[in-house]
């Protein structure tokens, strides 16, 4: 199985705060990636696709990048909305995989 | 607008066995593969598996291969999941989502306990 290491666990910033989350893929996974915010009580939104691809109607102050086997998600501008947990997930191979997750929380 | 609506979660004694559906509207269910998703009660998400559009292929997770099966209905729009041999470590709640999973289901909690 792909191993996808997400970091930071948790994470503390202030508003309008520029925010970095980072994934590790095992291995190569060829921009198979995706991105999901999470609030407490609901099921995980996607964000991001193929590594760097906006989901309709997620504000642009969200983005993707990296390739091969490192990855990151940005969120430039933090607003309150995004407080949120968020992950990483794999879809390059069979099973599909995903980071442990980031605790996002204001300052 | 596209909609998932997971139902029969319950309480189920370790080895029972149980079936979770998953009605979709709002988008041709035919045209899509479909998965299932959970999280564990420790907050991490687990894919199980997925059936292609007309439910002759499948591909499953090795954690729950030959114990889980997943099916559909084309004309009722709905998936399943067939849970057998249940573990207390399949206690999570599960999702059904597209398979390009931009749209999840609310979520269903299965609890495995004596």
Request: proline share 4%; charged share 15%.
């Amino acid at each position: 199985d792909i191993q996808m290491t997400q970091s930071p666990a948790s994470l503390s910033a202030s508003l309008g705060e520029t925010v970095t989350i980072e994934c590790r893929a095992s291995e190569d996974i060829y921009n198979g990636l995706a991105w999901y915010q999470q609030k407490p009580g609901k099921s995980p939104q996607l964000l991001i696709y193929n590594a760097n691809s906006l989901h309709t109607g997620v504000p642009s102050r969200f983005s993707g990048s990296g390739s091969g086997t490192q990855y990151s998600l940005k969120i430039n501008s933090l607003q309150s909305e995004d407080v949120a947990s968020y992950f990483c997930q794999q879809y390059y191979d069979y099973p599909y995989t995903f980071g442990a997750g980031t605790k996002l929380e204001l300052k | 607008e596209v909609q998932l609506v997971e139902s029969g979660g319950s309480l189920v004694q370790p080895g029972g066995s149980l079936k979770l559906s998953c009605v979709a509207s709002g988008f041709t269910f035919s045209n899509y593969w479909m998965d299932w998703v959970r999280q564990t009660p420790g907050k991490s998400l687990e894919w199980i598996g997925e059936i292609n559009t007309d439910g002759s292929k499948t591909n499953y997770a090795p954690s729950i291969k030959d114990r889980f099966t997943i099916s559909r209905d084309n004309a009722k729009s709905t998936l399943y999941l067939q849970m057998s041999n249940v573990k207390s470590d399949d206690t999570a709640i599960y999702y059904c989502t597209r398979a390009s999973f931009d749209y999840w289901g609310q979520g269903v909690m299965v609890t495995v306990s004596s």
